[in-house]
């Protein structure tokens, strides 16, 4: 069983930076891809970004992820938050079968309990 527990949500104004945790106390956590999603009310949830096991680090526009080793934890820093980034953000783990990631919902099987992300003025 891997746990994971996300911290780091919180009020942010538009236009703001906020940094997400990730952290799991088994160092195995390390061997599967990691995906952040989020979630808003009365919609799907939504794949953000994901690092494979092989990779220590991805950028895709206002969003980089990355991995601590050290600290069994994975990073998602947002930049020039919108209101519409504001949802629940999980992150998730998934077995490591290829090389690369992927954002598909069922393929994570552990997921954190969530952290709150509200962009407004």
């Known amino acids: 069983q891997l746990e994971l527990v996300e911290s780091g949500g919180d009020l942010v104004q538009p236009g703001g930076s906020l940094r997400l945790s990730c952290t799991s106390s088994?160092?195995?956590?390390?061997?599967?891809?990691i995906g952040w999603f989020r979630q808003s009310p009365g919609k799907d949830r939504e794949g953000v970004l994901c690092l494979s096991a092989s990779e220590s680090a991805t950028q895709k526009g206002r969003f980089t992820l990355w991995r601590d080793y050290a600290k069994n934890g994975v990073y998602l820093q947002m930049s020039s938050l919108k209101p519409e980034d504001t949802a629940v953000y999980h992150c998730a783990a998934a077995p490591a079968t290829s090389s690369s990631c992927s954002l598909n919902v069922p393929l994570y099987n552990y997921w954190g309990q969530g952290t709150q992300v509200t962009v407004s003025a």
């Open positions: 088994a160092p195995s956590s390390q061997d599967y891809n």
